[in-house]
């Protein structure tokens, strides 16, 4: 099962998905961390478009 999210915001790549947890008094950088930890694969590309905007975030888990 895969589930796919996007937005127009100013984009990023998976290079801000940190390697290791946060901090625990760290008020970001625990969603796609967390993402990331629970699939079994996660993708971050650019959005689509003629003037690509945002940011296209997938991740997918498999399903017995």
């Known amino acids: 099962m895969c589930c796919c999210v996007s937005d127009s915001g100013p984009g990023f790549d998976v290079s801000v998905i940190p390697e290791r947890p946060p901090q625990l008094s760290s008020p970001t950088g625990w969603g796609l961390w ?23 975030v997938t991740c997918c888990v498999r399903v017995a």
């Open 34 to 56: 967390t993402v990331r930890q629970l699939t079994d694969g996660l993708e971050v590309g650019p959005g689509s478009g003629p003037r690509p905007l945002g940011a296209v």
